[in-house]
């Protein structure tokens, strides 16, 4: 069950949260009140997730909107753990692709917790390494995966097309503030029957040709069956 | 031989070696094949039943960057309640593109025969065209259209459509057109439409999308005496609620205020929904169609309104 959303990336990261700190919420939060009993197990995986040093505020942030939602206590913990393995995976992908020293990059944290969101929506491993290369880099990949795992959930994305796509877009001037966007035109594709790679196909070759939304727009309303 | 009967031959002409020329370098992307049932009520009152099936073949190829090839060929077909004869709609599209760095040029030809309950049989022919200036945020452009129609009445139009578009704010883009249009008649007689269009278009962050379009047209006889004027507006929205489901909804109202006959002056409000919910299991390659339309219209000089609705379900697998 996906029970998080992509809208408060910019808040969360406000304070570094400890083991300490997840113990003292779950003493004083009146939410977390059914929780008691589980409260040092819970903490067991904020341990295990820092001693495998993954950064603890998107487990935290899991946390809290899982007792906001009042997420029975047989379920919080399975869901905790799920999170961490998926860190662990989207921190193997982001070194893989960005090196080593990403972890220490302003972007990192960010970048966990979109890449994090991505997995758990269902958008594939392969599909989040093809974002995370050097040429796009992590400033972009954090603004362009949330609108490519809307573009997957109306229809999968086909990796080979995605790649081209995603390679096209960064290298062009339009502004990440603008990715959100391709959702919507994805959508509008979808619905005027035009297939996933033909979409993205022409979408890649007007931003090769040095063509932006404008132009995008008017050629797939031309492709769209009427 | 009159000149609708030429220009008619020409564009037949034209989309026949179209279709040889570029037909095997296109290949096979998209096969779909689908059937419905729908209920309408006409505005004569009757309610007839419609059982119908579909095949759609789309094909795309990519040349090069620059240079794309399209097609979409239809066929439509199955039983009218209403009708002594079956119903038809048969299509074939082709089309080209070429794009550089400020410019984009596409032509496409089609052709398309229908027999309805309105129309005995009809065969279109038509040649459209685009040609647009692309500069950063917004675009010029050039639409010539030309188009010959053979059925219970013959026509041939030519039309050059004319605008802008520009893309303001995040997501939002407008255009705006004017496109004049003539039209002869088998008969000898001709008709000048004017049409000056603005569009909004809505591509925000999230599975939605709208489309707002509104003009004005009017319709002016060989001596200049006005056939009809008339203002429109339309909305068309695309939603994505939840997985597998998409929504579409389009709606129409038009005024004519001014028309040849006091009865052709009216008030028309025509919407159309549609839902395809992808079936489970499937892996999105069949779709439940579920759908359904109102039209009313009342005229200036008659109290009696007219209405039009209907109802579909359908299902559509993608081979």
């Not at chain 1, 700190?21 to 040092?40: H, K, N």
């Not at chain 1, 047989?74 to 090196?99: D, H, T, Y």
């Not at chain 2, 999230?206 to 003009?215: D, E, Q």
């Amino acid at each position: 069950m996906v029970f998080f959303s992509w809208v408060p990336l910019v808040q969360v990261f406000t304070q570094e949260v400890t083991p300490d700190t997840v113990r003292m919420w779950l003493q004083t939060e009146p939410m977390a009140a059914p929780y008691e009993g589980l409260s040092p197990s819970i903490v067991q995986v904020f341990e295990a997730a820092r001693s495998d040093g993954l950064p603890l505020e998107p487990l935290f942030d899991k946390l809290k909107e899982g007792a906001a939602k009042r997420v029975t206590p047989a379920r919080l913990k399975p869901v905790l753990e799920g999170e961490l393995n998926r860190l662990l995976k989207v921190r193997k992908i982001l070194q893989e692709g960005f090196g080593k020293d990403v972890t220490k990059g302003p972007f990192f944290p960010q970048g966990m917790k979109v890449g994090s969101l991505a997995l758990l929506s269902g958008f594939p491993e392969e599909g989040l390494k093809i974002v995370c290369t050097p040429s796009i880099g992590m400033e972009k990949m954090v603004s362009l995966v949330p609108p490519l795992v809307e573009m997957h959930r109306i229809e999968a994305l086909p990796l080979q097309p995605l790649s081209s796509f995603v390679q096209a877009l960064s290298a062009s001037p339009i502004p990440p503030s603008q990715y959100g966007t391709f959702v919507s035109l994805y959508l509008k594709a979808t619905a005027g029957r035009i297939l996933p790679p033909d979409t993205l196909r022409i979408m890649t070759d007007v931003l090769k040709a040095g063509g932006g939304i404008l132009q995008i727009e008017r050629e797939l309303a031309r492709r769209s069956k009427k | 031989m009159n000149r609708t009967k030429k220009v008619g031959r020409k564009v037949l002409f034209i989309g026949i070696w179209l279709t040889v020329f570029f037909g095997p370098s296109l290949s096979w992307s998209d096969v779909r094949v689908g059937m419905e049932g729908a209920l309408e009520k006409r505005t004569d009152g009757k309610r007839v039943y419609l059982p119908q099936g579909w095949v759609d073949v789309s094909v795309s190829r990519f040349v090069s960057e620059s240079f794309s090839l399209f097609g979409d060929f239809s066929a439509k077909g199955g039983w009218d309640t209403g009708m002594e004869e079956i119903p038809y709609d048969v299509s074939g599209i082709l089309s080209g593109s070429l794009r550089g760095e400020s410019f984009f040029a596409a032509l496409e030809g089609g052709l398309r025969g229908t027999r309805t309950y309105d129309t005995p049989r009809q065969l279109e022919a038509y040649l459209s065209s685009n040609l647009s200036y692309i500069m950063t945020e917004s675009s010029l452009f050039l639409k010539p259209f030309l188009q010959t129609v053979r059925g219970p009445i013959d026509s041939t139009t030519v039309a050059l459509e004319g605008g802008m578009e520009k893309l303001f704010g995040e997501g939002w883009m407008g255009s705006l057109s004017f496109r004049p249009a003539l039209t002869y008649y088998s008969d000898g007689s001709s008709e000048l439409t004017l049409e000056p269009k603005l569009t909004f278009d809505w591509f925000p962050s999230v599975p939605f999308t709208a489309n707002i379009r509104g003009g004005w047209n009017r319709r002016l006889l060989e001596n200049s005496d006005v056939r009809e004027e008339s203002v429109f507006g339309s909305i068309e929205m695309i939603w994505y609620p939840t997985s597998h489901v998409i929504l579409q909804l389009d709606t129409t109202v038009e005024k004519v205020y001014r028309a040849l006959t006091a009865t052709d002056k009216g008030l028309t409000l025509n919407s159309e929904l549609e839902l395809r919910v992808g079936l489970p299991y499937s892996k999105g390659s069949s779709e439940l169609i579920l759908g359904g339309g109102y039209e009313w219209r009342e005229y200036s000089e008659d109290p009696q309104a007219e209405d039009r609705w209907f109802v579909r379900v359908g299902i559509e697998w993608q081979l």
